[in-house]
């Protein structure tokens, strides 16, 4: 291991010596090194994530800040250790002046000392533990925290007559976090928790559900990473938890809007606390929403979406507010603070912590018209990450 770090700190070395030489042509295209699960199990993240990503430079152009923007996309298939290999590799041979995408907790932290040693920002658009910005100072997320989506859903729930709540979560960082935090907060408010993990790649629910059914809680509150929550709802309604009278609720994941309709009426009345829906009521939104499907037939935007787009928004700011100076320090100096009216909402930078502050909307799921949306009903405004803000 010590000799593994001897050698990449060496070929990072060099990089940054070649990097600090190119500062100086102005008229380089400024790369962009985004790492994405295009395949595999995760691959909706992916896919929604480039499909933003194009729609951002379609939309606002491929020059910022002076400088012309090349996106270099490698496909990780969201296994870590290619994550890292291709992070070293766009940083040592193809000189990326950011580093983005990520749509897994693992594969961010996996990338997080090649930031540091390289000194390149890395901003992460997806993947959602607390802890992830603080693995490196060059990390910037766009994305959301479980924490941060989690802890107004306990609030909901003590509010509105649920006593005794059952979660299953997935059993990595974001689900840890999701049930960690809603539980601390429920329980504080007076409620009762019993709970169990699921592994990360197991997609039978059943024996978890079992456990559900026998507990009769009053709610059920669930956590599985994006792409997933098909698969739960159905076998949630399959085993009769519906007609028990237990109330689904979460952060928005189960419910993604990239499944959702695919997902069927068995999705309908879930509530669920989550920072973006494609029905958010915002000409921003509803501007957004219409180019993203113009642009990609079939698809409707999610959360991962506005993840990515907010995530170039924030590389462009940077550009512009350095005149084009890719040097890592100035370009993270310049995200922090930064804010803007996204398709979620208003959202800005955390200064102190680089992670995103933004709105987060109670939602229910419905039928409007044909199609299955999430509604929001109520808003909690200028959510920070309750996690690092306790510290």
Do not use: C
């Amino acid at each position: 291991m010590t000799h593994r770090r001897t050698v990449l700190g060496g070929i990072l070395g060099l990089a940054l010596a070649v990097s600090a030489g190119g500062a100086v042509l102005a008229q380089d295209a400024v790369k962009i090194g985004l790492i994405l699960p295009m395949t595999g199990p995760f691959a909706s993240t992916g896919r929604q994530i480039d499909a933003a990503v194009k729609l951002f430079l379609a939309k606002e152009g491929p020059v910022h800040g002076g400088r012309k923007l090349e996106v270099i996309l490698k496909d990780d298939a969201g296994n870590a250790d290619a994550t890292r290999r291709f992070a070293q590799e766009l940083v040592v041979n193809d000189k990326v002046a950011v580093l983005a995408g990520f749509g897994l907790t693992p594969l961010a932290m996996a990338t997080a000392p090649i930031a540091t040693q390289a000194k390149v920002p890395q901003v992460v658009m997806a993947a959602a533990t607390a802890t992830i910005t603080e693995a490196s100072p060059y990390i910037v997320r766009t994305s959301f925290t479980l924490p941060q989506a989690s802890e107004p859903m306990a609030d909901w729930a003590a509010g509105n007559s649920i006593k005794k709540v059952f979660t299953v979560v997935t059993d990595y960082g974001p689900g840890i976090d999701a049930e960690t935090s809603f539980a601390a907060k429920f329980k504080g408010a007076g409620g009762t928790v019993e709970s169990v993990r699921v592994p990360l790649r197991n997609p039978d629910f059943a024996p978890f559900l079992q456990r559900v059914s026998e507990a009769k809680p009053d709610a059920l509150f669930v956590f599985v990473p994006s792409g997933i929550g098909a698969q739960f709802m159905k076998q949630f309604v399959e085993r009769g938890l519906d007609k028990a009278g237990v109330k689904l609720i979460g952060p928005g994941d189960v419910v993604d809007d990239d499944i959702l309709d695919g997902i069927g009426d068995v999705a309908i009345g879930a509530i669920t606390t989550h920072h973006y829906s494609a029905r958010h009521d915002s000409p921003a939104n509803k501007a957004y929403v219409e180019a993203f499907q113009k642009a990609n037939p079939g698809m409707r935007p999610n959360f991962m979406s506005v993840g990515g787009y907010d995530g170039m928004r924030l590389i462009t700011e940077a550009l512009k507010k350095t005149g084009g100076d890719t040097e890592g320090d100035k370009l993270i100096a310049a995200m922090k603070g930064a804010a803007w009216e996204s398709p979620r909402g208003p959202i800005s930078i955390d200064p102190d912590t680089r992670d995103i502050i933004q709105n987060v909307y109670v939602r229910k799921t419905e039928k409007v018209g044909s199609e299955l949306y999430n509604v929001e009903f109520a808003t909690i405004p200028n959510v920070k990450d309750p996690v690092k803000a306790r510290k």
